[in-house]
């Protein structure tokens, strides 16, 4: 008999890369997730938790950006299990504009029973700057 196992960190990090771009991205994160955003620019929080709180953001956020692939991808396992570090772009065009937009990110993952329970997000916060004026424009009209 085999015994069904739940995905590694490793595993569904691969999967959350993927579902940054083909959807379902919420669905990888526990009920109750944490994500910490220490250099979060101005109007975004630098901590929010619970999955429906991001499925909600990530439903605004399809209105604005459309993202279309992930590359430089690097996943970093470390001594506990639970635990990866990702580092990637996000490629992507602002939907009102067509410009395109690139994200780089560093994320420290943990996963539990097959669900990111935390996550703390490193993106480039000068990327941002770059895109703020049409995406504050697209959000507010």
């Known amino acids: 008999m085999t015994v069904p196992t ?7 990090v691969e999967q959350f890369l993927r579902a940054s771009v083909d959807g379902g991205l919420a669905d990888l ?19 929010s938790q ?5 499925r909600a953001r990530f439903e605004a956020a399809a ?18 299990p639970e635990v990866v570090i990702v580092e990637y772009d996000l490629h992507g065009s602002l939907v009102a504009s067509g ?11 943990q996963v539990r029973d097959g669900l990111i329970v935390h996550s703390r997000d490193y993106g480039n916060p000068q990327a ?5 004026e049409e995406l504050l424009s697209a959000i507010n009209s």
């Open 29 to 47: 994160y526990a009920p109750d997730v944490v994500i910490e955003i220490p250099f979060a620019p101005a109007g975004i929080p630098r901590r």
């Open 128 to 132: 941002m700057d770059d895109y703020r």
């Open 6 to 12: 739940q995905p590694t960190a490793r595993e569904v």
């Open 99 to 109: 410009r395109p937009i690139v994200m780089s990110y560093i994320m420290v993952v």
């Open 50 to 54: 619970g999955r429906e709180e991001l």
């Open 63 to 80: 209105g604005v950006l459309r993202w279309e692939r992930t590359d430089n991808a690097l996943i970093h396992e470390t001594a506990d």
